[in-house]
């Protein structure tokens, strides 16, 4: 590609067409450069005779527009110096990465250093994803750029989720400058705020194979998948259906997870893997509740209305298991893996199987611990269930 300084050359000082051959254009064009560069002048006469034919022929001008045109070359002077000494001496720290940016936003950030650690907003999270962030961007240079498009060239927490989720469900009818600003208006509400970094936090800590709050925000398509959620879901509580459900259609195609817009979800939710994730319009989540991939929470195919799940508190519902019905999973429950369940759970409940029967109990928060082994089988060829015992 063509320095800068030559670039702009091009378009400054345009060759009359029309008015010399291929090797003159050439000539013309080589002068030009040596007057951007401030090379020493070989062919003064040349260069005058070049400038004065242009000027007579593009706009037949006198000493007006010559002096004009001595201007432009000054100028030109002096960006191909400046151009020259970012490229000898700046690094790519000090000149930053191209990324949109809303002319209206005073807290945006054009290069590396206007957003330091010190000057994004205080929360130990956060702060623990920049510092990682900083840290892959040396270890990784080829994800440098990546990185600090992503993470850290933003000044919030907000502001990196928005654009996160902006990319990854954008397209050529939804752009990604368009939805960035629109996730804003929803992400800057304190109390999504503070669902999404909780939420975060959980993800991290309640998965083994996730080893910081980075990779979840950044690959975790669970996470991703919940927070566009939290967005529609406050698209649909305000009568904007429609583009509430643009979002679910676009979040089903791009993480294969299905979660209608109406469906209520507390804070520190983990939807571990996400795919084949469906709930339906009336559920609800409780708090710190967890969900394996190919959940079904969904309604009997017959009932209108309030027609799916409530879950409680502390819920753990295992990988493929299915949830029919407006029915009740207590607090501290679990549903193990794919188990059908058709009834009311009370709480800190093990159930199990096809259909779902009480197998145990379970102490403590199963969503927390994420563990799913059945214990203590004492009869298994009267009652595969019978005697199993499940302490958390």
Known sequence: MAPRAARSCRSRLSLPAGTCGLSTCRRRLR??????ANEPEEDGEAWEEFT?????????????????????AREAVGTANATRSIDEEGTWREQGFAFYQNKQDDEAAWDWGHVSLEHSDFDPVWESVRRQAEEQSRAE??????LYSSVLCHKTFEKALANILANGIGDQNLLTTQLFPTFMSVL???????AALLDLQVTKDRDPACNSYLEALLNYKGYHALQLHRIS??????????????LQ??????????IHPGAKFGKGILVDHGTGVVVGETAVIGDNSSLLQGVTLGGTGKASGDRH??????????????????????????VAAGSVVLKDVPASTLIAGIPAKVVGSTTGMPSTLMDQVFK???????????GIEYFL
């Open 188 to 194: 800057q509400k304190e109390e999504v705020r503070k």
């Open 249 to 258: 259609s676009r979040s089903s195609e791009v993480y294969g997870v299905d």
């Open 31 to 36: 002068l030009a450069l040596r007057a951007k």
């Open 233 to 246: 879901h406050d698209f649909y509580r305000n009568g904007r259906g429609v583009m509430a459900q643009m």
């Open 141 to 146: 240079p080829l994800l440098s750029s990546y």
């Open 309 to 334: 799940p409530k879950l409680g508190k502390n819920v753990l519902i295992g990988a493929q298991a299915t949830v029919l019905g407006n029915i009740s999973i207590g607090d501290g429950s679990m």
């Open 376 to 386: 203590g089988f004492e009869d298994a060829e009267t009652d595969p269930y019978e």
């Open 52 to 72: 004065g034919r242009s000027l007579r022929n593009g706009n037949g001008n006198g000493a007006g527009s010559a002096a004009s045109a001595g201007g432009r």
